[in-house]
């Protein structure tokens, strides 16, 4: 037997038992007469001690063991005189009697402690050393734990997990496809699912009115940092529901989640048009733990002779509250924050005011104080702020004047990584157009329906039709997203139509949901959430990747195994493929 | 609001209570001045009356109504005169006041019943609708109550689920990779995981002793009547563990799902070395719900000068109970059984041993009523019995004996399908011998470590050594395999080589976890159950594909999305390959 207790397990009132433990070497101290060595698994670390002067034989033996060595030792279990009151087992120590390597380990390319001294790529490559580290196992047991509350909560509810196939087809619309050839279909390939998004609507069509499944998804998009090939969806559908009972059902299951995993109750969650986000956030999933709402001063910054304001479609501020302190330098690292090409504004208007109730601007050429007073009271700001003004196409302006929210969110601490703070953004439009290939695309998916209520509009003013689809947003990041489908075939294709297909296309890649349609379709809708993205929030980090057991790199290689990797020229053979000659 | 209440919820203690139920048309029935209506969802069945004397427009909308509408209504619980006691929902039934259509329905291709008239081909084609019938239906539920069954048991013992990659790299060791051809490295690819054994040793490695994951699988094989191109598994590993410690945990999650989901308490399972089930059964898998063991007969039947029986390496035989009586066309039929090429004997003897004690064989030519008394004696028969007896090459015969045991037990009813008797096969042999390629295959796996008693035999005898690897079989069926896993670098590169890996080899497609196994990799071991045949065999069913939603076909075809299918040009451009013309 390796053991008859774990590392984390041992306390004051195991004092005076037997005990074997197998773990591994984190850290050794020799004393001269004593030498103490941590051993640690999953559950915690124990302290074992050898003494020179009772078994200088073993306590040799110790001292030769390095670090990540796995080990077995029986002994018995002391009250430690040196007591450490940061970890349960810290009271304890274990005096070894025997002691059996396991493993040699050789000497690790990083240390596995809480703060390494390794790259990122380093980690990468011995992700399963990585993996060691307490921080990064933290975080998986947390998204295991999750997904068992996740499962329960849905189950209990009545939701059926029904698994759906991986080896799918492939369909144009949306992100590009991973696709597989087919052996036993030559010139065939199935793809690798982006969404179960049909299946689940087959499966509504079947009568399982309460679906979900916490399912593997691909898209093979060209990776950004926080983006990978492969993720893990929580994909969930509904039957005979209207929109709040999905918000109803997922803000509940959400707060249930809060409260099992991290004992935080979350208090309703506030709903949010998307043209109101817009408006006020410049973002369909702004971060509410903090106000510095946009002021829009087009009509009152205009006619003064300043002719970037003059000639910009819009004009937008935040109001950053008891910085009118800023320095120049604080004021200038802004305006180059604004200027960079990710955030893309070609400058900043800034206006302090002053806690004496003076005003001083960027723009005081163009501005008297008292048109400064009329922006301040126009942007609700109190002395002792400073206004920060964007301007220039409205699209354009929301987006930039968003981030420089943000930054200023962070600069002033306004978004604490302890605070959560949900949000519904509900009303998203149906469809978005395209200028680059002229066309509509939807903003959420083929198959959300549109509100009945904007029905006519889809034959007179597409753009403008308002969808039933939703967002979940918290602290800025859209943890989950969904709709309520379109279940008459007219309808669908309607739509398909207004998205560009010809009916043939339709047909032929959607043909068997249209099918379905025909046979008795409930009305339905859905959700799905980022599982990867979930924990990250939950916990308050900003990359995905440490959730991820195995992640790959941002190109998309998983640079442990080695993959992906050349394949043998008969499995191509068999496959009835070529790789085309690379040319750069 | 689209109902109140489910279908298979009102009962007689609803009566009085308005409700508003949504669902589909099972079947109408037309009485003149009556009209019912049985309404249908996941949960049941409820009975809607409308009435052409009080409501003669709504009783005439009703009428219109076809098989599979979708409907809502709202109306009256009353009790019924003429109660169904087979149905929770028998007591009751429904007046209804309000009906809305919420979509129509065609005539579905075949009858949504619990036995329809659809064929096979077309029910995969509207795979949707045959998931309404409940016999279908019923699996799916099974399927979702199982694996929350299975989760739940495990993270109480401390397991983590942890997901795995399905992106990961192609070992040609083991059955057919599917690849996926990368955008981003072009020429190479990407394989999808026969299992994820080598991601959960590094697991190990990294400290989570107790690994889980239902998980999805994927082997481009040909495809026989019960096997799909992915499949889900139950994979599990643990660290610290010897061969009793999983087979005990594993053991106690199977008895425990057979308690929890279907109230049977399962007593402990018997285990039976490898050589015992091949010597008593012919096969590794062997059904223990009956006896009728093979008998060796070899040394009693040989030098009568039945030339068969003398030339044949053994000569097998069992004894059919209470058979004697046997006619001659269930024998000969049983002769053709074993001559079909699957089962493959040439031909067939038997031996009545009738009631009154007389003996009677269709090799009476070569063997006295005193030889065949001896061969009874050898066979343990007695009269009334019947022996059938098989000859020539031991596996050959072993192999097709197998097969008319079960033949025999399906014809004797000694297979019910509501007894389950589980079976922990033990001590597989390490190797396999291919006299095709002339080489060693792993008989489980690559990775699986060989008893410590037989490491010398690793170096005299491959072909003898034992592997601390057992499969679990229930029913005649494997449900799950394992073993203690090598965690040694040295002893790996001794297998790998004995399975004819060049050290460069081992070192391209392993490296990896050989590596790890040089930090520190602890003693683990694991199991792996296959979920679609555990819901197959606990539901006491042969085929798989009942309880897999959206199965394939033999083909590796999903007929109902068409998949595989041709893709676009550009998506092959895109990722620098191409389809080979195609000559028959």
């Known amino acids: 037997m390796y053991r008859t207790h774990n590392c984390g397990q041992l306390n004051i009132s195991n004092v005076g038992q037997k005990t074997t433990l197998s773990g591994w070497v984190q850290r050794s101290r020799d004393l001269g007469g004593m030498t103490f060595i941590d051993l640690r698994d999953r559950y915690g670390i124990t302290q074992l001690t050898f003494n020179m002067e009772t078994n200088a034989e073993l306590c040799e033996k110790a001292r030769e ?15 430690r005189s ?88 492939s369909t144009p619309e949306g992100a590009r496809d991973f696709i597989v050839p087919s052996r036993m279909n030559p010139g065939q390939f199935y793809a690798l699912p982006q969404s179960p998004q049909t299946f689940k609507q087959l499966l509504m069509v079947s009568g399982f009115d309460k679906y979900f499944q916490i399912v593997r998804c691909f898209r093979d998009e060209d990776l950004r940092a926080d983006r990978q090939p492969e993720f893990t969806q929580i994909d969930c559908e509904m039957s005979f529901v ?12 959400t707060k249930h989640l809060f409260k099992k995993v991290k004992n935080i109750e979350l208090k309703d969650f506030p709903r949010m048009p998307y043209s109101e986000a817009m408006r006020l956030y410049g973002s369909d999933k702004p971060d509410i733990r903090f106000g510095m709402c946009f002021k829009d001063v087009t009509e009152v910054v205009k006619g003064k002779d300043f002719k970037i304001f003059d000639d910009a479609q819009s004009i937008l501020g935040i109001v950053a509250p008891q910085s009118a302190t800023y320095t120049r330098k604080q004021v200038d690292q802004l305006t180059d924050f604004v200027r960079r090409p990710q955030v893309g504004a070609s400058g900043m208007v800034y206006i302090r005011y002053n806690e004496d109730g003076s005003l001083k601007s960027s723009v005081d050429k163009f501005y008297s104080e008292d048109d400064l007073k009329k922006i301040a009271e126009k942007m609700e700001a109190q002395p002792g702020d400073l206004m920060l003004l964007l301007s220039g196409d409205t699209e354009k302006t929301q987006k930039a004047l968003c981030e420089l929210r943000l930054e200023m969110g962070n600069r002033l601490e306004l978004r604490p990584a302890d605070k959560f703070a949900p949000l519904w953004v509900v009303d998203f439009p149906l469809l978005e157009w395209d200028e680059e290939t002229e066309r509509f ?50 309808l669908q294709n309607d739509n398909f139509e207004l998205l560009g297909f010809t009916a043939e296309e339709a047909h032929q890649q959607f043909g068997f949901l249209l099918d379905a349609f025909e046979y008795g379709a409930p009305p339905h809708g859905g959700i799905a959430f980022g599982f990867d993205r979930l924990c990250a929030v939950m916990s308050g980090v900003e990359s995905i990747r440490d ?22 020229q008969e499995q191509l053979d068999e496959l009835n493929i070529n790789t085309k000659e690379i040319t750069e």
Request: no cysteine; aromatic share 8%.
């Open 242 to 253: 209207e929109q709040e009972d999905i918000l109803q059902t997922f803000e509940g299951m």
């Open 82 to 169: 040196n007591k450490n009151k940061n970890i349960p087992t810290g009271e304890i120590e274990i005096i070894v009697e025997n002691l059996e390597v396991l493993n040699a380990s050789k000497t690790p390319p990083f240390t596995i402690e809480e703060h390494t001294d390794g790259g990122e790529e380093l980690r990468m490559k011995y992700r399963y050393l990585d993996l060691r580290r307490n921080v990064v196992k933290e975080n998986i047991i947390f998204r295991h734990k999750l997904s068992i509350e996740i499962r329960n909560y849905l189950n209990n509810l009545d939701f059926l997990e029904i698994e759906t196939p991986i080896l799918i087809k």
């Open 441 to 490: 695309y939807a903003k959420h998916h083929p198959f959300t329906a549109p509100k009945a209520e904007d029905f006519e509009l889809m034959k007179t003013n597409p753009g403008e039709v308002r969808a039933n689809a939703y967002d979940l947003v918290i602290n800025g990041s859209e943890i989950g997203g969904g709709s309520i489908r379109i279940s008459d075939k007219d």
């Open 65 to 79: 063991l390095g670090r990540e060595f796995v080990i077995k030792i029986s002994g018995n279990v002391v009250e």
């Open 547 to 568: 959730f991820i057991a195995f992640p790959k790199n941002n190109h998309g290689r998983d640079v442990m195994i080695d993959a992906p990797s050349a394949v043998a």
